[in-house]
């Protein structure tokens, strides 16, 4: 009888063991399976962000050589303008700028005219500062495009005489 108990629970231990050897194995197949997908998804986050990176470098770098075509055309639409100019298109402008600088010189004498006082001079003596400034400014910023100018010039000259070159 007692022999025959313990075989029984004997069995039954071997057959608790086996089941929980089982769910062993299975979880531990889950837990590899959900290990490979992480793994996997980190994957293809760290596929996709340099898919992602190199789109954008390529757009990058395509969009700056568009910017740099449009640039050179430009540049040689400007220098075709400049090589055409004539007296007859220099003297309308020249005039509106004068006309302009007549009419700024009018409303300094209207305005100057109606300051009295103390004030008159304080004002006229912050105007002539401004001025000063705001004419070295310009002459600054007239000088940097002029040798800007002459930069692009060269440039197209340069580009001019390599087509001209490579067509012969």
């Known amino acids: 009888d007692q022999l025959q108990a313990t075989t029984a629970e004997l069995q039954k231990a071997r057959a608790a063991s086996l089941k929980a050897t089982k769910r062993s194995v299975k979880l531990k197949a889950r837990l ?12 293809s986050w760290v596929l996709s962000a340099w898919s992602y990176v190199c789109k954008r470098r390529r757009a990058t770098y395509e969009g700056s050589l568009t910017l740099r075509m449009q640039r050179l055309e430009q540049s040689l639409k400007v220098s075709d303008a400049m090589s055409q100019v004539k007296p007859d298109f220099v003297r309308p402008h ?15 004498q209207l305005y100057s005219g109606r300051m009295f006082g103390a ?9 002539f500062a401004w001025k000063e400034t705001s004419y070295k ?3 600054s910023k007239l000088e940097r495009h002029e040798e800007e100018f002459l930069q692009l010039r060269m440039l197209t000259d340069d580009f001019y005489l390599y087509s001209k070159d490579a067509t012969s």
């Open 32 to 43: 590899e399976e959900f290990n490979v997908l992480e793994l996997s998804l980190w994957g």
């Open 94 to 108: 020249f005039q509106a700028w004068a006309l302009n600088v007549r009419q700024k010189k009018q409303m300094l």
């Open 119 to 127: 004030g008159k001079d304080q004002v006229k003596s912050c105007f």
């Open 137 to 139: 400014g310009m002459m």
